[in-house]
């Protein structure tokens, strides 16, 4: 993909210089033209990787159009055919090699030169030692890659010096994103002074996002033998990116990282680092975090803490996060809590749940509580929300339960609401209800035209007809304006 998007880029820089050059002769810009199509045309069989056909279109092309702009990329390319033809290493080397000293200008000359090192690679493991010289040499030219995949290449080759040469190239990085890819082939020595540096790095370096990036590498690298190094790390490094980080690699650790994760979770003083550690703790199958996340909401004052809980109780099989749920919307003292777990139940929807709502509904006197109630009934699967939505909107003693019923039945729709909606209006006696009422209708779209203009004409209250009037004139429906006209003369 990175060979395909520099070449797009390429092309369509041509594209602008070409249009640019207004001056520039018209036969040449249609050869220029020419020479783009027919380029591009070549270029389709290389990532269809028809190498055959390839290679006899890239000779053509050059062979056609000597001068063009896009000489230096088909000689790439005439180079990347050899080397994936597979016919023979050592030629697509001298190929490469060709390129970079003819080419130098070319923005192709270090791919060429790290395809190059990775075929001296092969051609060393195969018994071809002086190839070796040639990456050795590489590693004082082209850019920082290159440099980087030729020292790689010496220690697969069994060069102990170019541990030491990483090393080095390090220490005299400045950029945060080649030191991370060189924390990445320092990750794939396997010696213990590249631990070493690593383990440096991820106590020492200035930049926390690298120390980030070294901690993740040493915890693929070492597994549960890094846990006194992340645990240092841990006390020591006051980078949330970086305790986060850590958090992460104990969370890779299974069991053994559980312990630790608990111990954050418990005692660490910023909140969003506990949520870290409970989030993860979440996704773990440790038998003690139930009983430990069921012992913190009773203690934890934070807030933010407190919802995190709650969502780790939703990702808790069902059979366990159910009841736990229900516990906290018993028993938490905070009601924006209790509403946080009805959220989460109503997600769960299941038998249970419904009926522990249904009686929740009518025995709670916390609006707030009610109310996350009916967003639970609204968000119920296949419509086994909706007759408990009609039940409260019809029954409930508070009118501002019942108007909140009403707006999530409107949004739920059908002729059960429609039939309900009709009927309602004329039994609430609070105007407030019966203004969402019309509004409901409203929301019902086509299907709720012939209701509203019921309500225009009929309705007892002068208020609430004007109302249904106003909604009216917000839908685009032929009966709806016929309506309009018929009150306006009075019929």
Same mark, same amino acid.
């Given at each position: 993909?990175?060979?395909?998007?520099?070449?797009?880029?390429?092309?369509?820089?041509?594209?602008?210089?070409?249009?640019?050059?207004?001056?520039?002769?018209?036969?040449?810009?249609?050869?220029?033209?020419?020479?783009?199509?027919?380029?591009?045309?070549?270029?389709?069989?290389?990532?269809?990787?028809?190498?055959?056909?390839?290679?006899?279109?890239?000779?053509?092309?050059?062979?056609?159009?000597?001068?063009?702009?896009?000489?230096?990329?088909?000689?790439?390319?005439?180079?990347?055919?050899?080397?994936?033809?597979?016919?023979?290493?050592?030629?697509?080397?001298?190929?490469?090699?060709?390129?970079?000293?003819?080419?130098?200008?070319?923005?192709?000359?270090?791919?060429?030169?790290?395809?190059?090192?990775?075929?001296?690679?092969?051609?060393?493991?195969?018994?071809?030692?002086?190839?070796?010289?040639?990456?050795?040499?590489?590693?004082?030219?082209?850019?920082?890659?290159?440099?980087?995949?030729?020292?790689?290449?010496?220690?697969?080759?069994?060069?102990?010096?170019?541990?030491?040469?990483?090393?080095?190239?390090?220490?005299?990085?400045?950029?945060?994103?080649?030191?991370?890819?060189?924390?990445?082939?320092?990750?794939?020595?396997?010696?213990?002074?590249?631990?070493?540096?690593?383990?440096?790095?991820?106590?020492?370096?200035?930049?926390?996002?690298?120390?980030?990036?070294?901690?993740?590498?040493?915890?693929?690298?070492?597994?549960?033998?890094?846990?006194?190094?992340?645990?240092?790390?841990?006390?020591?490094?006051?980078?949330?990116?970086?305790?986060?980080?850590?958090?992460?690699?104990?969370?890779?650790?299974?069991?053994? =990282? &559980? !312990? /630790? #994760?608990?111990?954050?979770?418990? $005692?660490? @003083?910023? +909140?969003?680092?506990?949520? *870290?550690? %409970?989030?993860?703790?979440?996704?773990?199958?440790?038998?003690?975090?139930?009983?430990?996340?069921?012992?913190?909401?009773?203690?934890?004052?934070?807030?933010?803490?407190?919802?995190?809980?709650?969502?780790?109780?939703?990702?808790?099989?069902?059979?366990?996060?159910?009841?736990?749920?229900?516990?906290?919307?018993?028993?938490?003292?905070?009601?924006?809590?209790?509403?946080?777990?009805?959220?989460?139940?109503?997600?769960?929807?299941?038998?249970?749940?419904?009926?522990?709502?249904?009686?929740?509904?009518?025995?709670?006197?916390?609006?707030?509580?009610?109310?996350?109630?009916?967003?639970?009934?609204?968000?119920?699967?296949?419509?086994? =929300? &909706? !007759? /408990? #939505?009609?039940?409260?909107?019809? $029954?409930? @003693?508070? +009118?501002?339960?019942?108007? *909140?019923? %009403?707006?999530?039945?409107?949004?739920?729709?059908?002729?059960?609401?429609?039939?309900?909606?009709?009927?309602?209006?004329?039994?609430?006696?609070?105007?407030?209800?019966?203004?969402?009422?019309?509004?409901?209708?409203?929301?019902?779209?086509?299907?709720?035209?012939?209701?509203?203009?019921?309500?225009?004409?009929?309705?007892?209250?002068?208020?609430?007809?004007?109302?249904?009037?106003?909604?009216?004139?917000?839908?685009?429906?032929?009966?709806?304006?016929?309506?309009?006209?018929?009150?306006?003369?009075?019929?």
């Amino acid at each position: 993909m990175w060979i395909q998007n520099h070449h797009h880029r390429l092309l369509g820089l041509l594209f602008v210089a070409v249009w640019l050059l207004g001056g520039a002769s018209a036969g040449a810009a249609q050869a220029q033209d020419r020479a783009a199509e027919a380029y591009q045309r070549t270029y389709e069989l290389v990532l269809d990787e028809e190498w055959t056909q390839a290679s006899d279109a890239l000779r053509s092309f050059l062979n056609q159009h000597p001068r063009s702009d896009w000489v230096d990329d088909a000689k790439f390319w005439q180079c990347y055919v050899q080397e994936k033809a597979g016919r023979s290493d050592e030629n697509a080397f001298l190929c490469y090699q060709r390129f970079v000293e003819e080419q130098a200008r070319s923005t192709w000359v270090d791919d060429a030169r790290t395809n190059m090192v990775q075929l001296a690679r092969r051609l060393a493991r195969s018994g071809n030692r002086k190839y070796m010289d040639v990456v050795e040499g590489m590693q004082d030219q082209g850019n920082e890659e290159v440099k980087l995949a030729a020292l790689d290449a010496l220690w697969q080759m069994g060069d102990e010096t170019a541990l030491d040469a990483v090393i080095d190239l390090y220490d005299g990085s400045g950029t945060e994103e080649f030191k991370k890819k060189i924390i990445f082939a320092l990750s794939q020595f396997d010696a213990p002074r590249a631990a070493q540096k690593l383990k440096d790095i991820a106590l020492q370096d200035a930049d926390p996002k690298v120390r980030k990036d070294a901690i993740f590498w040493i915890s693929q690298r070492d597994g549960k033998e890094a846990l006194p190094l992340l645990e240092e790390i841990a006390r020591t490094d006051a980078s949330y990116e970086v305790q986060k980080q850590v958090i992460f690699a104990y969370s890779q650790l299974g069991r053994d =990282g &559980v !312990p /630790r #994760l608990i111990e954050l979770a418990r $005692t660490q @003083r910023d +909140p969003e680092i506990r949520k *870290e550690a %409970i989030f993860w703790l979440s996704q773990t199958e440790a038998p003690q975090v139930e009983a430990f996340f069921a012992e913190l909401i009773t203690s934890v004052t934070d807030f933010e803490v407190q919802k995190s809980l709650v969502f780790a109780f939703s990702q808790l099989p069902e059979e366990r996060g159910v009841p736990r749920l229900i516990e906290v919307v018993r028993r938490h003292q905070n009601p924006q809590i209790r509403k946080e777990a009805i959220f989460w139940l109503g997600q769960a929807g299941t038998r249970e749940v419904l009926e522990f709502f249904d009686t929740l509904i009518n025995t709670s006197t916390d609006f707030e509580v009610q109310k996350g109630l009916v967003f639970a009934f609204s968000q119920v699967s296949d419509r086994a =929300g &909706v !007759p /408990r #939505l009609i039940d409260v909107a019809q $029954t409930h @003693r508070d +009118p501002r339960i019942r108007k *909140e019923a %009403i707006f999530w039945l409107s949004q739920a729709g059908g002729t059960e609401v429609s039939a309900f909606f009709e009927k309602v209006i004329n039994s609430d006696a609070e105007y407030e209800v019966q203004k969402q009422v019309v509004f409901a209708i409203s929301q019902l779209g086509r299907e709720g035209v012939p209701a509203l203009i019921q309500v225009a004409k009929t309705h007892a209250d002068p208020q609430i007809r004007k109302e249904a009037v106003f909604w009216l004139g917000q839908t685009d429906d032929a009966r709806a304006r016929e309506a309009l006209l018929e009150i306006v003369r009075g019929q």
